[in-house]
Each structure stands twice: as C-alpha cells, then as structure tokens.
C-alpha cells in the first residue's frame, strides 16, 4: 500500500510520520508529475485552505486530485483538508474539491486563542486525542455521510464512502488509530 501526501503547504510531515510509524510508504504530492505515480491513497493535511486551493491550482494538480477523489480514491481530509473537500462552506463563497456532501465552518472556533485539546469517542476506533487549531467544523450532513465523532454538539469527523475527515489533527499526537481507520478503508 502506498499514501500521497499532499506537501503544498501545511502539517503533511506530521502525517509522514505517523505513516512511518505505521510502516506503511508514502511520498509527496508537491508538483503534477508526482500524481503520476502509484497511490492507494491520499491525505490532505492541515494547514491553509485557500493557499492550498490557489496552489493546486497554480500547480496544475487540482483537476486530476478531484477527478481521482470523485472516482473513488480513498482520501483523509484533516483540518484544512475536510474544508477543500467539504461541498458547502458556510461562512466562505469558495468551495474547492467539492466531492464530501458536508457543511463546513471555517475557523468555527475562532482564531489561535481557541485552539484546544480534549479526548472523545469515535465511532469504529474508540477514545481518540484530538488537538484542534483554528479548527473548522462540520455544521451540517447529507445523506450518505456517516457521523463519527461530535465535541460540544458539533461535528467533528465523518465518512462517506471513499472519504473521512476530521476536523482535529490526529497527527499531533501519538496515537495512530485514526491513520490506521483510513489504512483500514484503503484494504
């Protein structure tokens, strides 16, 4: 099995090591000639969303991610990444991939200040940590999509189909459960 790591901007280190923990082989998606290697599957770091949108753009990689997403490949959205795969932004015009039928708030619990740590269940792994920074939220589901995991009411990962995002950084921590329920989706 072999994972692309989106490493235009953001937190795709953090996921190269929790992936190297794992065993499992990864590489970097930073320019279109990457995307013509071999991928199981993709995670989509945390980090920028609009300089990651303009920047799959500017690098010609847009097109062919959201082809491949749409065409079942299987994709992690952390953070950032849930937003350029959400197909509603609640407070931003943009949409970006557009492919998981979620409702997404950016920034929904305010700026640095607001960032925060805490434990809660996630639904087919268990207690998970989760480290939110700027973090978005999902306000609202389509048919389809799979709820696993709320904090404070709102919710914060789900799945549908090929897709899982999370709004938390399971990265920054050292637990691998959430890396390994995506591996598990790829088998």
């Known amino acids: 099995m072999v994972i692309a790591v989106l ?3 953001g937190s795709f280190f953090e996921h190269e090591q929790i992936l190297e923990k794992l065993g499992v082989e990864y590489f970097e998606i930073r320019r279109k000639a990457d ?7 993709l995670i989509l770091p945390g980090g920028e969303s609009t300089t990651m949108g303009k920047l799959l753009k500017e690098l010609d990689i847009f097109d062919t991610l959201q082809k491949k997403i749409a065409d079942g490949l299987p994709v992690y959205g952390t953070c950032a990444g849930m937003i350029l795969l959400a197909n509603n932004l609640s407070n931003d015009k943009n949409v970006y ?6 409702t997404v708030k950016r920034n929904a619990y305010g700026r640095q200040l607001g960032s925060f740590e805490t434990v809660s269940d996630v639904k087919g792994i268990g207690e998970v940590p989760m480290v939110f920074i700027r973090a978005p939220y999902i ?3 389509g048919e389809g999509v799979d709820v696993l ?3 404070n009411g709102n919710i914060v990962a ?3 189909d090929n897709q899982l995002a999370t709004s938390f950084h399971p990265e920054l921590t050292d637990d691998t459960s959430v890396h390994q329920y ?3 989706m790829i088998k």
């Open 7 to 9: 490493a235009v901007q």
């Open 35 to 41: 995307l013509d290697k071999h991928f199981d599957g």
């Open 97 to 102: 991939f557009g492919t998981m039928d979620i």
């Open 139 to 141: 306000e609202s589901v």
């Open 149 to 151: 995991a709320t904090v």
């Open 158 to 160: 789900a799945r549908q």
């Open 182 to 184: 995506f591996l598990d």
